[in-house]
Each structure stands twice: as structure tokens, then as C-alpha cells.
């Protein structure tokens, strides 16, 4: 069991181990139970709304890896079977979509502890059949365990940073041409990858940009790459270009222009400012995720500004403001934004076109990931809860008498520690 501590004490922890501090370069104990969910750190749900891939991270050092492991939502269980070992403190997660089912085919997981990506594969037998993931190395115990085939590290010339956490996808060149984007906590690289159609990785291009970022999101209006920084009051602005040169894709990268923004600057220790970026539904308008203060920032394109964007509200949300998604689950089916709490275990729901926020909902301890479910039979906002290790499903269907109500919280099989 996990002692009790202080709302501050937690805070403070999770954002020294995940974002501040560098990582134990030993691997030592037992491997990580496949049953469990511990500690999760990054997350996704498939299309089908019923698979969740989470990223456990081992905070505590207790077992010798992190794991990837499915949940089903709709059975609320972990699914142990297919759960795969990577090095613990794995960054944030994104999956390739196999264009003709929509599924997600391929997982890439950056690890901040081994400076590498793990490629894991996502097998089904059918379309309706649960996902079993595939890391190419034999089983460890319960678990399974990845070869050198599904690690890119510096040793192929393929590093992804120092201390790879932020990771993104980029579409813009067609399915056979997409190209994954690492960045270094600790040295500020931005890496670019072409994602080969065997699931192999090349190095396209590398720059450096200030360290700590967050997370990042490409706006395709303007053609440039946003990066959001921990310890930064400002946005880092990248214009990009892409072409294909005898079928290989090429990245231009322009000069970095910076987006100054409003901040409260409380003390020099544990500056915590940017934490994640993300396109509106609109994909016109970009959603910001700030603290110090707590804060969804809402830019949007102004030609004029030589950053290229402006703040046109700023909404107060919950201490410890983590992760933000959208759904069209308010009144009348009307977009909602949905902002993690960290330091309150809660979500606070938002009217991103008021400027206000209209709601909020009591979740597991720590609520950090985000995700929806917009299905014709379930509509729910999903939280990984870091020291609970639950997922926490909300109600978000407006019609139903459970609206905005904890359904049920997910939780892995029980083990003594």
C-alpha cells in the first residue's frame, strides 16, 4: 500500500521524479506483474472505445521495469496476457492507425531511463477480438520482454534526446510517409524519425530547442510546430516544411520564435509552467495547458503577431492542471474541454467559448492522463489516476441521469508488496 502523504508532498514528487529529475540508470527487483496498474503515466484508447494501452512507469523503483498493459473498459479489467515490460519512466505514448480498420497497429513509447523508443506491435485476431501486444523478446516471468529490433537507441544512430518524454505524430505526408517526433527533457533535442512501413525507424533531422519540454502539437494552418516547456514562461514557435526527395521524406526547420505568456512566477525552485499542447476540435484554435498560475490557455493564428499566435482567453482552472481533452458532451452536445487536476483529484469541465468553467468531478487520487470514449453506447471521459492506479470512468453522455458521475474506477489484480 502507499503511505499517506500530503496533497503538496504528492505534487511535488510526481513532478520531481516525472519531470524534473534524471532517472536510475539500475534495473534491479522483481519483474513488474503483469496485472497491475501502477504508477500510470501516459495512456490511450483504441477506436473500438473498449481498449486502453497504459503506460506504468515504476515511480517507485520497486520492480525492475515499467510495463505497457491493455485494460478492458467494458469488462474493467486489466487484460494480463499481452501486458509487455519496457524500462521504467516511459514517456508519452502514440499510436499508428492501421488506415483500413482505424485500430491502432503500432505503439511507440519514448523511455527516459534508457534514452531510447520502444516499438511495440498490436495484434488482433479479428477486428473484435482484445489486442495482444508483441515487443519481439521472450517472456520474463509473466510478462513479455523487448528485443533489440523493437528499441531505437544512439548506438543505430536513432538517439531520441536525453531523456526523451515529449512525442508526436505527424501525418502530413500520407500514411507511407509519417514521421514521429521525440524531444530530450534534459539536452532540448527535437528529433525527427520517418516511420518505415515495416515499423523501423530512420533519423530525419535534429535540432535543439530549450530543455523541459512538455509536450508539442503541430498547427497545419500556420505550418508550425508549438513546444510547450516545464520550466519556460514562453512557447517555442518552429516553422516547418516537408517534401520527399526520391520517396524519403525531408523536414526543413525554420529559426525558433518564442509566444511570451502570462505567468506567476511564485519562487526560482520547481518552476512548473507549459504542460500540454492541443488542437481544438475546431483545428483552427490551440489549447494550453498552464500552471502558475492553473490555467487553459486558448491561442489562436494572428498573422500579424511575429510569434504567430495570440492569447484570446484565460481560463482558471484546478491546482496542478495536467492534461486536457475535448468532447461534445455538454448541453445540446456542445464542446467541452476537460482538464486533469493533479493536486485536487478532479476534472474540471470547461466552456472553452464562455471563458468559464461550468463544472467539475471527483476522481481517483492524482488524476494525470486523459481520454474519451465517444461511442454510440458509451460516452465517457477517462482518467489515469498516477497514485491510485486506477482508471477512473466519468459519465459524459448529457442525456443520461449519470451525467458527469464516476461510473466505475478500473482497477489492476491486488498483490502483496
Not at 494552418?221 to 516537408?242: W, Y
Request: proline share 6%; net charge negative.
Amino acid at each position: 500500500m502507499i503511505a499517506s502523504v500530503s496533497k503538496t508532498q504528492r505534487f511535488l514528487a510526481v513532478s520531481l521524479v516525472l519531470f524534473g529529475l534524471g532517472c536510475a540508470e539500475s534495473q534491479i527487483g522483481f519483474p513488474h506483474p503483469a496485472e497491475l496498474i501502477r504508477w500510470p503515466t501516459s495512456m490511450l484508447v483504441d477506436s473500438d472505445g473498449r481498449y486502453a494501452y497504459v503506460v506504468n512507469s515504476n515511480f517507485d523503483q520497486l520492480y525492475k521495469s515499467g510495463t505497457i498493459a491493455v485494460i478492458d473498459l467494458v469488462e474493467e479489467r486489466v487484460l494480463p496476457d499481452t501486458t509487455v515490460q519496457i524500462t521504467p519512466f516511459g514517456g508519452i505514448m502514440r499510436g499508428l492507425v492501421d488506415p483500413d480498420s482505424g485500430q491502432v497497429e503500432t505503439l511507440l513509447i519514448p523511455s527516459r531511463q534508457s534514452d531510447s523508443i520502444f516499438r511495440i506491435d498490436v495484434q488482433r485476431d479479428s477486428e473484435d477480438s482484445p489486442p495482444v501486444l508483441d515487443c519481439g523478446g521472450p517472456a520474463d516471468g509473466d510478462t513479455g520482454t523487448c528485443n533489440e529490433d523493437h528499441e531505437y537507441t544512439s548506438d543505430e544512430g536513432l538517439s531520441p534526446g536525453e531523456e526523451p518524454y515529449a512525442s508526436l505524430i505527424l501525418h502530413e505526408l500520407g500514411p507511407s510517409h509519417r514521421i514521429f517526433i521525440s524531444a530530450g527533457l534534459v539536452d532540448g533535442t527535437l528529433n525527427f524519425f520517418w516511420i518505415q512501413d515495416d515499423g523501423a525507424l530512420g533519423k530525419l533531422a535534429e535540432t535543439t530547442t530549450n530543455s523541459g519540454v512538455q509536450s508539442m502539437v503541430y498547427h497545419p494552418g500556420t505550418g508550425t510546430l508549438v513546444l510547450a516547456h516545464k520550466s519556460k514562461t514562453f512557447l517555442t514557435v518552429i516553422d516547418l516544411d516537408f517534401g520527399l526527395v526520391d520517396d524519403t521524406p525531408v523536414v526543413n526547420l525554420g529559426d525558433p520564435i518564442f509566444l511570451q505568456l502570462p505567468a506567476l512566477v511564485k519562487t526560482t525552485v520547481g518552476l512548473d509552467f507549459g504542460r500540454e499542447l492541443s488542437l481544438l476540435p475546431d483545428g483552427h484554435r490551440i489549447a494550453l495547458v498552464w500552471r502558475q498560475p492553473d490555467s487553459l490557455y486558448i491561442l489562436e493564428p494572428d498573422a500579424t503577431q511575429a510569434s504567430r499566435f495570440r492569447l484570446v482567453h484565460e481560463i482558471a482552472v484546478g491546482d496542478g492542471a495536467s492534461r486536457v481533452v475535448f468532447a461534445p458532451f455538454g448541453v445540446d452536445g456542445s464542446w467541452r474541454a476537460f482538464v486533469s487536476s493533479f493536486k485536487e483529484d478532479k476534472i474540471y469541465v470547461v466552456d472553452y467559448e464562455a471563458g468559464l468553467v461550468t463544472n467539475y468531478v471527483p476522481v481517483g487520487r492524482g488524476p494525470y492522463e486523459l481520454a474519451v470514449v465517444h461511442q454510440e453506447d458509451r460516452k465517457w471521459i477517462v482518467t489515469a489516476d498516477f497514485e491510485d492506479g486506477t482508471l477512473t470512468i466519468v459519465d459524459g453522455d448529457p442525456e443520461s441521469a449519470t451525467h458527469l458521475q464516476v461510473i466505475t474506477a478500473v482497477k489492476g489484480i491486488e498483490v502483496e508488496e
